[in-house]
């Protein structure tokens, strides 16, 4: 890793450098509370069904026109000390290695806490959950604080009431009120680890990342030009998420147009940018279900070009089963299985 100083760009002169990006998911992400502690990473790293990344693979998605690499972290299974949250070395040492695959290639990274399960958005946890999002922020911030502005921190993914009816639905106003305090908390923690971090881009998100309810409720904290709203939007839900859904996209580009309205009137129009953090539709078994997300895939991210809102598709590495099957790439042939989708992703940032 080369120390690079900051050009103290603003959030939006970044994000205008974004054009295309991937997410690693189903891999750093993974948790698994069976594994030994004294595990190597890969234990994690695979427990999902994912192999081993490769350099090899970052180096493809960047070479096909990826410029964000996104990687989604899970820590709750690599904090050694439950008192003062220590995170293991050679966890940390895992995810340094695989940031310096991309970042050391020129592109954008995107590294964030994610799948966490103890930062649910209740008054009554927000203390607990301050101290431990405080320390695990603390000690990643500090791992990379002489990175330069290409790597984004993302404080937190989809903080929501977990398996309660408030979920899904964009929450309510405890959710909302406990969500926007731990983003302030994760800015302020990441700002005074010193080094590049106090002019960082920083990425925050609404309750669940909510594309909707939740966005109309984040708060943008005031005098800090390097900070972006992250959105998750898989849209039109019926025919990107709903595993029981439709496999056909009819065009109907509403929702899409809606959402994205939406984010350029709450933040685009008042100097913050945004990133469409994950977004994707998944495969389902229907003829003419590739070249309709490619159409699909085509028309969003063109659509989103338009008001400067860069896209990262969601890649769980998934292909078969009864699960979210959002898999572009066979990470060990580095074989596209999709070859429409990518070329309409590929289409709509021309």
């Known amino acids: 890793m080369n120390e690079n100083p900051m050009k103290n ?19 750093m992400d993974s948790f698994d509370d069976s594994i030994d502690r004294a595990s190597a990473p890969s234990a994690w790293e695979t427990a999902w069904g994912n192999p081993v990344t490769t350099e090899a693979l970052i180096e493809k998605m960047i070479n096909e026109g990826f410029n964000v690499i996104r990687y989604p972290v899970s ?77 984004v921190f993302e404080c937190m993914n989809e903080p929501r ?36 971090n106090p002019y960082r881009c920083l990425m925050i998100p609404g309750y669940a990342a909510n594309c909707t309810v939740g966005i109309r409720h984040l708060e943008i904290p005031e005098g800090d030009d390097k900070l972006i709203a992250s959105v998750h939007a898989y849209e039109p839900y019926d025919f990107a998420l709903n595993i029981q859904g439709r496999g056909l996209w009819e065009n109907d580009t509403k929702i899409i147009d809606s959402i994205l309205k939406e984010i350029d009137e709450l ?21 003419g279900n590739e070249a309709s997300r490619g159409e699909w895939v085509e028309y969003y991210v063109k659509k989103a070009k338009e008001y400067g809102i860069p896209c990262v598709w969601w890649d769980n590495g998934l292909f078969e089963g009864d699960g979210e099957l959002f898999g572009l790439i066979d990470r060990e042939k580095l074989e596209w299985k999709y070859s429409k989708v990518v070329e309409g992703l590929k289409k709509g940032i021309q």
């Open 75 to 151: 820590w709750r299974n690599h904090i050694t000390d439950s008192e003062n949250y220590k995170i293991d070395e050679a966890w940390m040492n895992r995810v340094q290695e695989l940031v310096d695959y991309a970042y050391n290639r020129g592109v954008y990274v995107i590294l964030n806490i994610h799948h966490e399960g103890w930062h649910d958005p209740y008054y009554d946890n927000k203390d607990a959950a301050e101290k431990k999002l405080r320390a695990v922020w603390e000690q990643i911030a500090d791992r990379f604080k002489d990175y330069g502005e290409r790597l």
């Open 9 to 27: 760009l603003t959030a939006k002169e970044v994000v205008a450098g974004m054009k295309l990006g991937w997410s690693l998911g189903n891999t």
């Open 267 to 287: 933040f685009l129009s008042k100097g913050t940018p945004a990133i469409i953090g994950e977004f994707g539709a998944m495969y389902k078994p229907v003829e």
């Open 161 to 196: 009431k977990r398996d309660t009816e408030w979920e899904w639905n964009g929450g309510d106003e405890e959710g909302w009120e406990v969500v926007n305090y731990f983003n302030r908390v994760c800015i302020d923690t990441i700002r005074r680890t010193g080094g590049n």
